[in-house]
T-cell receptor, first 112, second 111 residues
Framework: LAKTTQPISMDSYEGQEVNITCSHN???????ITWYQQFPSQGPRFIIQ???TKVTNEVASLFIPADRKSSTLSLPRVSLSDTAVYYC?????????????FGGGTRLMVKP | NAGVTQTPKFRILKIGQSMTLQCAQD?????MYWYRQDPGMGLKLIYY???????DKGEVPNGYNVSRSTTEDFPLRLELAAPSQTSVYFC??????????FGPGTRLTVL
């Protein structure tokens, strides 16, 4: 499984764009990059997934450079309710035995 | 749809007791998972199932057992509870391996 490295914590203010970068230097050819969000006392929630270039949905954008050794989750115009832990995961989505590994994640604190 | 439901929400056990954490999903998902999350840490996979009758170990299976007799249900059994099993337990289900839907969790304390 590809190991991921992301900042332990980040602070931001309401209305700002937040970019959280995840490093995954040993990503494999079949691996996809997936991001989850977890609010206190809740289970994680799937945010976005991508393989290369850029993916956008109603919640976030995911930027993946050509070498795929890192990825950036972009949250536009954050609000207080975006305060959560964000997890970056890398793995082969075609293999059910390829376990998801949740590291420590990035604790995002959005301030008024 | 109720999604993924877990019972109980909270439980306190004495050392050596046993219990079953219940998990059910109504989305007809093939894959189901059990994770544990210790305070301030990420989630660790205990067991997973790719379909009824099929289960396999995850990263931290010791002290736990599972069964999957139906598509909907995936109970987690703790035998001989130990303080090290104090944690929050999350059940999840999916049809796409990495797009999992999580339940609200069960907070377990072993004293």
């Amino acid at each position: 499984l590809a190991k991921t490295t992301q900042p332990i914590s980040m602070d931001s203010y309401e209305g700002q764009e937040v970019n959280i970068t995840c490093s995954h230097n040993n990503i494999a050819t079949n691996d996809y990059i997936t991001w989850y969000q977890q609010f206190p006392s809740q289970g994680p929630r799937f945010i976005i997934q991508g393989y290369k270039t850029k993916v956008t949905n109603e919640v976030a954008s995911l930027f993946i450079p050509a070498d795929r050794k890192s990825s950036t989750l972009s949250l536009p115009r954050v609000s207080l309710s975006d305060t959560a832990v964000y997890y970056c995961l890398v793995g082969d989505i075609g293999n059910a035995g390829n376990m998801l590994t949740f590291g420590g994640g990035t604790r995002l604190m959005v301030k008024p | 749809n109720a999604g993924v439901t877990q019972t109980p929400k909270f439980r306190i056990l004495k050392i050596g007791q046993s219990m079953t954490l219940q998990c059910a999903q109504d989305m007809n998902h093939n894959y189901m998972y059990w994770y544990r999350q210790d305070p301030g840490m990420g989630l660790k996979l205990i067991y997973y199932s790719v379909g009824a009758g099929i289960t396999d170990k995850g990263e931290v299976p010791n002290g736990y057992n599972v069964s999957r007799s139906t598509t909907e249900d995936f109970p987690l059994r703790l035998e001989l509870a130990a303080p090290s099993q104090t944690s929050v337990y999350f059940c999840a289900s999916s049809n796409k391996v990495h797009e999992q839907f999580f339940g609200p969790g069960t907070r377990l304390t072993v004293l």
